[in-house]
């Protein structure tokens, strides 16, 4: 797959050229035909022997572009997480196969705050295995000054490791976890609670997240318990620079999309 970009003076457009001959098929009627909410413009046709993809991309930078110049906060996160919803559940209004989401930082672009999608009928990809290569790009990108970003992103990853995930729980998993952090914290400002970085990992967790071999560098420095305040530090100081150092694949496993 080779991506070039086109700009004129009032339009930009991104090119996905693939080797795979051109076929027009109901996918692409259907995005030609109607205008469907978080999908890119698009249009398809022969070239050099393959096809090429042509997004309209106007006025819209990428998610790779944005995160460049700021770090990612745990509400930047949700309302990807939100948007990738929808969409996938409007395309399935419109008879259209969510794995044909380009789900990548270079691929999905911003405009307004609102997220916009390539979708490329040709695509092969699992959608549950793209989000969850998603989740790395979160985390090495978060901003380690907030926790409460750490904790999404590492309860993404590791749930996203599981089969036939269903997003949507992972979300409102996530939110019940916040709740009773905010509240334990809430607890031990009055002097009721024990709210600290040995409790941020229960055992149950750790039994089921399984870390391979490189993420013994966490536990040799301070315990398992507290792998993500040490991991952070060091990332924040730039001592360590692989996003690996705090959260790696323990995956491999067949996905099923069930967002």
Same mark, same amino acid.
């Given at each position: 797959?080779?991506?070039?970009?086109?700009?004129?003076?009032?339009?930009?457009?991104?090119?996905?050229?693939?080797?795979?001959?051109?076929?027009?098929?109901?996918?692409?009627?259907?995005?030609?035909?109607?205008?469907?909410?978080?999908?890119?413009?698009?249009?398809?046709?022969?070239?050099?022997?393959?096809?090429?993809?042509?997004?309209?991309?106007?006025?819209?930078?990428?998610?790779?572009?944005?995160?460049?110049?700021?770090?990612?906060?745990?509400?930047?996160?949700?309302k990807f997480v939100f948007s990738l919803i929808t969409v996938t559940d409007t395309l399935k209004k419109y008879l259209l196969n969510p794995d044909c989401l380009l789900v990548s930082p270079e691929y999905v672009y911003v405009m307004e705050e609102k997220y916009s999608f390539c979708y490329l009928p040709v695509k092969q990809k699992i959608l549950s295995e793209s989000f969850h290569e998603m989740t790395e790009y979160f985390v090495k990108n978060l901003d380690y000054e907030e926790t409460e970003s750490i904790f999404l992103?590492?309860?993404?990853?590791?749930?996203?490791?599981?089969?036939?995930?269903?997003?949507?729980?992972?979300?409102?998993?996530? +939110? #019940?976890?916040?709740?009773?952090?905010?509240?334990? =914290? %809430?607890?031990?400002? @009055?002097?009721? $609670?024990?709210?600290?970085?040995?409790?941020?990992?229960?055992?149950? +967790? #750790?039994?089921?997240?399984?870390?391979?071999?490189? =993420? %013994?560098?966490?536990? @040799?420095?301070? $315990?398992?318990?507290?792998?993500?305040?040490?991991?952070?530090?060091?990332?924040?100081?730039?001592?360590?620079?692989?996003?690996?150092?705090?959260?790696?694949?323990?995956?491999?496993?067949?996905?099923?999309?069930?967002?």
């Amino acid at each position: 797959m080779k991506t070039t970009l086109e700009k004129e003076w009032d339009r930009s457009y991104l090119h996905i050229d693939i080797e795979e001959e051109f076929q027009e098929n109901y996918q692409l009627q259907m995005i030609r035909k109607n205008k469907i909410p978080g999908i890119l413009k698009m249009k398809g046709m022969e070239f050099d022997k393959g096809s090429r993809y042509t997004f309209t991309i106007s006025g819209m930078q990428t998610i790779n572009q944005i995160y460049e110049r700021k770090n990612i906060k745990k509400e930047d996160i949700l309302k990807f997480v939100f948007s990738l919803i929808t969409v996938t559940d409007t395309l399935k209004k419109y008879l259209l196969n969510p794995d044909c989401l380009l789900v990548s930082p270079e691929y999905v672009y911003v405009m307004e705050e609102k997220y916009s999608f390539c979708y490329l009928p040709v695509k092969q990809k699992i959608l549950s295995e793209s989000f969850h290569e998603m989740t790395e790009y979160f985390v090495k990108n978060l901003d380690y000054e907030e926790t409460e970003s750490i904790f999404l992103a590492y309860e993404l990853h590791k749930a996203t490791l599981q089969e036939n995930y269903n997003l949507e729980q992972i979300i409102r998993n996530y +939110e #019940e976890q916040e709740k009773d952090r905010m509240n334990e =914290i %809430e607890e031990l400002k @009055e002097g009721r $609670g024990s709210f600290t970085e040995d409790n941020v990992f229960i055992e149950d +967790e #750790e039994d089921i997240y399984k870390p391979n071999q490189d =993420i %013994e560098t966490i536990r @040799e420095i301070g $315990g398992w318990k507290k792998p993500w305040r040490k991991a952070a530090d060091k990332i924040r100081k730039k001592r360590w620079g692989n996003w690996d150092d705090l959260i790696l694949e323990t995956d491999g496993q067949d996905q099923e999309p069930q967002l």
